[in-house]
């Protein structure tokens, strides 16, 4: 998209609409009775009201009577008019919350004194989920001058972890650095020795950065550490009392801190890094994080104003940059398939799983049990009621625990002491489950924004005002008609997949993918510079998967990932019926349906 056209839209959209961003509200979560109908199966899982508000405004009549005006004046037809109001809905997806988990950061290297012309920078990414990071993704190699800077942006979150591992053109390691990720634009300072080869150390200044000076804003904190490598592994080193710190002052660089300045989370904590010896390379490591600079992946040269869009990056290293325990790729899913991308990030974030013949069986229906795995790992809501037993759920049974879990959430109602784990559940039951664990409001009447989709009457009322705030905050995926919700239908495992990852994205907690069949999608990675008030009221149209158009500078030859791709597979494994699409234990024996445990052998 050109320049002209992001600024016109904006300006277009903002004229005709306005959007108003409001928290969920909160309350504590009632022992409600909720009936055993399709649209009410699944309950939410949050302390917070879960149930959207009844009056949803769908006594559009002013509207209804404008827009008949001026149907009479333009001569539109009524699809011709849903089309038009379907433009105008209002996607509340970039909240105030979501924006605060935004960040991005310019990377710099340097050496005061030393003698490099240019270095290599290996760039990985510890995602942040939950309390948790997944597991480290190779980002790309990068070959800087001394001083050169480059972007990453679009898709980082607050408290993402970026890894940094340094060598010299000889391919020797020189040096290694972690830090995280702030709210915000920041730079990244990484200052090395004038004698890399023999000491290993490397000072890391950062801070917020918001005007771009590549300088740490006044007023911030201006993060600033040790890291030094002895034998393969790097400590975090607590002050820079035994270090010459005059080796590592720069220009526009504070003075060297005598205690170190680390981020909360590096000091404290299971995930701290504070005084810890650790492994620069451990055996599950990607492999392309273990093969030698240039051999795997094709150096990237980094240029003036060199800048790199996250989603771009996991998409073009995912066979070869994640962890060699998780498969990405399955043996009955091609690279064409619809929601190829959607299944494999969720496999590559250790959410979703296949079958250990290497197929994922993207056409299976989902059960509850799979389900409830799925909600478990995608969800660390609140628990809200007490964990009970049930009859058809056996200690041995493999989702034992994701069940047990789930239910405490909130999510599930159950008739008696029986909870059903192989019933399949239908694409209503799904959205509504995710609608009352992401609880959205709308900020449109559910009239307008569900006059998309042309089997709107066969849901309920009461289930309308659910659907609508997953449609306005770009969650649904509705393949291969965009206007069919095919409420009704059994969900597929892929559909599931491609829900749960478009929750995941409009929580802020994964990097947006876009697809033909996401609906009212709102993507970061094609037309703004992450600034979310050029987007407020813009519907987003639909993309096929690779028309990104974004303004980056890697979209020209000097700035391009060009990964040397190895031969994989792509699709996943067969399993045993019933394996959860979710990471599934595999063990023997039978379960207590008298079928084969998922995943087990015989």
């Not at 009201?49 to 333009?74: E, S, V, W, Y």
């Not at 011709?80 to 990377?107: A, H, M, W, Y």
């Not at 904590?269 to 093969?291: M, Q, V």
Request: charged fraction near 25%.
């Amino acid at each position: 998209m050109n320049s002209m056209n992001l600024s016109y839209w904006p300006k277009l959209v903002v004229i005709a609409v306005f959007v108003v961003l409001f928290s969920p509200v909160s309350a504590t979560l009632a022992a409600t009775s909720l009936s055993n109908s399709a649209e009410s199966q699944l309950t939410d899982s949050s302390t917070k009201q879960l149930l959207a508000d009844n009056n949803d405004n769908d006594d559009d009549d002013d509207d209804d009577d404008d827009d008949d005006d001026d149907d009479k004046k333009t001569g539109r037809t009524t699809r011709q008019r849903n089309t038009v109001r379907e433009r105008k809905i209002i996607n509340t997806t970039k909240s105030n919350s979501l924006k605060g988990k935004k960040s991005e950061f310019t990377l710099v290297v340097l050496q005061p004194g030393g003698t490099l012309s240019e270095v290599i920078a290996r760039v990985s990414l510890k995602g942040k989920h939950g309390k948790k990071y997944h597991k480290e993704r190779f980002l790309g190699d990068y070959k800087y001058q001394i001083k050169q800077k480059a972007k990453f942006a679009k898709g980082f979150k607050k408290g993402d972890r970026i890894v940094v591992r340094l060598y010299n053109t000889q391919n020797t390691f020189i040096g290694y650095s972690e830090f995280e990720c702030l709210p915000g634009h920041q730079t990244v300072n990484l200052v090395l020795s004038p004698q890399p080869t023999q000491t290993q150390i490397v000072r890391t200044v950062y801070g917020v950065d918001a005007n771009e000076d590549n300088i740490v804003d006044s007023n911030t904190t201006s993060y600033d550490y040790f890291t030094q490598v002895k034998e393969q592994k790097v400590i975090f080193l607590s002050s820079s009392q035994n270090i010459n710190t005059t080796k590592f002052q720069a220009t526009n660089l504070t003075n060297v801190a005598k205690t170190s300045i680390y981020p909360t989370s590096f000091k404290q904590g299971e995930y701290s890094l504070l005084s810890k010896s650790l492994n620069i390379f451990s055996s599950d490591l990607a492999p392309a994080l273990t093969a030698i600079p240039g051999s795997l992946v094709q150096l990237t040269q980094i240029t003036n104003n060199s800048s790199f869009n996250l989603q771009k990056l996991l998409t073009s290293y995912r066979q070869i940059g994640v962890a060699k325990s998780i498969q990405t790729a399955f043996s009955d899913i091609s690279t064409n398939y619809w929601a190829n991308d959607f299944v494999s990030e969720l496999a590559a974030m250790e959410i979703a799983q296949g079958f250990p013949d290497g197929s994922f069986r993207p056409d299976a229906p989902v059960t509850r049990a799979e389900f409830a795995t799925l909600l478990q790992k995608v969800f660390s809501n609140n628990k809200v009621r007490q964990v009970t037993s049930f009859r058809d759920v056996s200690r041995n049974y493999w989702a034992y625990n994701s069940i047990r879990e789930a239910y405490q959430m909130g999510f599930f109602n159950t008739a008696g002491n029986n909870f059903n784990p192989t019933q399949n559940l239908t694409r209503l039951e799904v959205l509504v489950a995710l609608a009352k664990a992401l609880n959205y409001k709308t900020t449109n009447s559910n009239t307008s924004i569900l006059s998309a989709y042309s089997d709107i009457s066969s849901i309920s009322s009461e289930s309308r005002s659910l659907i609508a705030s997953l449609a306005q905050n770009g969650v649904l995926v509705n393949y291969p008609n965009t206007n069919l919700l095919d409420a009704n239908k059994v969900a597929t495992r892929s559909e599931v997949c491609a829900l749960l990852y478009r929750a995941l994205v409009s929580k802020g907690d994964a990097v947006d993918i876009g697809s033909q069949y996401t609906v009212n999608s709102s993507s970061d990675n094609d037309n703004d510079d992450d600034d979310d008030d050029d987007d407020k009221g813009k519907v987003k149209p639909n993309r096929s998967d690779n028309d990104d158009n974004d303004d980056d500078d890697d979209d020209d030859d000097k700035g391009k990932v060009k990964p040397n791709r190895t031969n994989c597979n792509q699709g996943i494994g067969n399993g045993a019926e019933g394996c959860d699409p979710g990471k599934s234990s595999p063990r023997g024996g039978s379960n207590d349906e008298g079928g084969r445990t998922p995943g087990g052998k015989k």
